[in-house]
C-alpha cells in the first residue's frame, strides 16, 4: 500500500477476502478475476472490463472468492483532494488562481455504479497501476497521479450528469433512478452483445416498461438498445477482421448476426466497405 496527504492505492493479490464498512471516495479495479460489491442501490460486479466509483462514505461490502488469485487495485482520494479538484474543475480559472487555498463545504457527490473501461479514465488508472511498484512510494509522483485521475474522474461525473439531466423528469431524483435502471440495461447489452437479446429481457433487467426503456436509453446513450447492440457488433466484427484469420462467416456467427446477407448490409452502410473489402482495405 502507498499513501500521501491525498490518497492512497492498495495493490494487494488474494483468493478470497470479505469487508464490509465505509471508505473515502475511490476508484475499484480488479484484474484476473471479479469482485462482488454489495451496495444500498444492489450489487455491483467489478472485473478486467469494468471499474466502480465509489462516494465518500458510501456503506458497501466487498466479497471475492476465487480459485485464483485476483488483483486488486483500488484508489482512494482524500476528501481535501476531492473538495479542491472539484473546485477547480467546477469553477472558472482566474476564480481558482485568485482562491487557491479556497474549498468548497460540499463533497461532491458522484454516480456511484460500475463503469466499462473508457478512453477517459481507465487510461490516468493503468498509467498508475504500471508505475506504482516503481514509484508508489514516492509522494510528489503519487500526488502527481491522484491529481490526474481524479480529473478524469470529473470529466466523466460531468458526462454522466449531461447524459442524465437528457432523461424527461422534473425531478433530480427521478433522472437519477432511471439512469440507473438504463444502465443496467446497457451493462446487461455490453456482456451478451453477442447473443439473442429481446426488448422483454432488458425490460425485466431495467424494471421499466419496453416502451419506456427505449425512450429513456434513447435520451441517456443517444440510440435505443437495438441500435447499441448492432454498434457493439459492428465494432467487434471490425476488431476481428483486423487481428483474427477468422472466416468472415465465422466472424458474422460470432458477434452474433444471424446470417452472413444481414451482417454484409448492416457492415457496409456503416462502414462504406464490405467486410471483406474492409479486410483487405488493410492488409489484415
Known sequence: ???????????ERAKAFHWSGQGSMSIKSFYNGTAQYRLNSGTAI?????YLLL???QPYSITIDSQSEVESFCVFFSPELMKRTAFEYVSPEVKALD???FHPVETL???DQTYWHDDLVTPALLSLRKGFQTFGSDPLWLDE???????TVMMLHT????????????????????????????????????????????????????NHLIRTYKQAFGVTPHQHVVRLRLDEAGRLLRTSKLSISDIC???????LGSFSAVFRRETGLSPLQYRKLGDF
Open 46 to 50: 467489478v472485473d478486467s472490463q469494468r
Open 55 to 57: 462516494n465518500h462514505q
Open 109 to 111: 457527490e458522484l454516480v
Open 145 to 151: 497521479q491522484l491529481h490526474r485521475l481524479l480529473r
Open 159 to 210: 458526462d454522466t450528469l449531461t447524459r442524465m439531466n437528457k432523461i424527461s423528469s422534473r425531478r433530480s431524483s427521478t433522472r437519477q433512478e432511471l439512469f440507473r435502471r438504463v444502465s443496467v440495461a446497457r451493462d446487461v447489452i455490453m456482456e451478451q452483445f453477442r447473443e439473442t437479446l429481446t426488448l422483454e429481457t432488458l425490460s425485466q433487467w431495467a424494471m421499466l416498461s419496453p
Open 253 to 259: 456467427a460470432v458477434v452474433g448476426f444471424e446470417s
Open 1 to 11: 500500500m502507498g499513501g500521501s496527504a491525498f490518497g492512497r492505492v492498495l495493490h
Open 99 to 101: 482562491h487557491p487555498m
